[in-house]
């Protein structure tokens, strides 16, 4: 990751300018959110059944749960009578598997914050198949490295206001 960080960073820095901000029914203002949140809690779901259904569907846990949000957010989106077909949002990215074996537990963690650029789709499986495309293509890109030697070098080296702004 260190060695590529001089010629990733550009390309990462690329992908966050390459849109303007998103302006929607749910994030009125281009820049901020109001900090008005509303939220409901939904029905908790079956992970028994959520896993059945995406290895039926030959798909991760993520990637059929990016599906259902792009396919909920649709819905809500056509419902507010905004037509915006897509949205930016921030997804975790980890560096390290799940041991299987509990006594390999490490303390510390190696993972990144990642803008993705989600199409809203109505339905599931195309939802579902570009929810897969988003989540391969960052597993075999460099941006996730690149953020996070980005990251790294704003906590050392930048004041902590502009840290706080970064991070928000």
């Known amino acids: 990751i260190y060695i590529t960080t001089p010629f990733t960073w550009p390309k990462a820095l690329k992908h966050y300018t390459s849109r303007k901000p998103d302006k929607n029914c749910i994030k009125p203002n281009e ?3 109001s900090g008005k949140i509303n939220s409901v809690l ?5 992970m028994v059944k ?11 846990l993520n990637d059929l749960m990016l599906g259902i949000t792009s396919k909920a957010l649709k819905e809500y ?9 897509s949205l930016s949002i921030t997804l975790p990215f980890s560096f390290k598997t799940i041991p299987e074996n509990s006594k390999d537990n490490t303390y510390g963690n190696s ?8 199409n809203l789709v109505e339905n599931l499986e195309s939802a579902c198949a570009h929810a897969k495309s988003i989540m391969n293509s960052l597993k075999s890109s460099s941006r996730p490295g690149a953020m996070f030697t980005l990251l ?5 080296c930048m004041p902590q206001w ?3 702004m970064v991070s928000i």
Do not use: H, P, R
């Not at 790294?152 to 050392?156: D, L, M, T």
């Open 42 to 46: 939904s029905q908790e779901i079956s």
């Open 77 to 85: 989106f056509v419902l507010q009578g905004d037509t915006s077909d």
């Open 111 to 118: 993972f990144v914050i990642l803008t993705v650029y989600l």
């Open 31 to 33: 820049v901020y959110m």
């Open 162 to 164: 502009w840290c706080n």
């Open 152 to 156: 790294q070098f704003y906590g050392s």
């Open 50 to 60: 959520t896993k059945a259904l995406a290895k039926k569907m030959n798909l991760t």
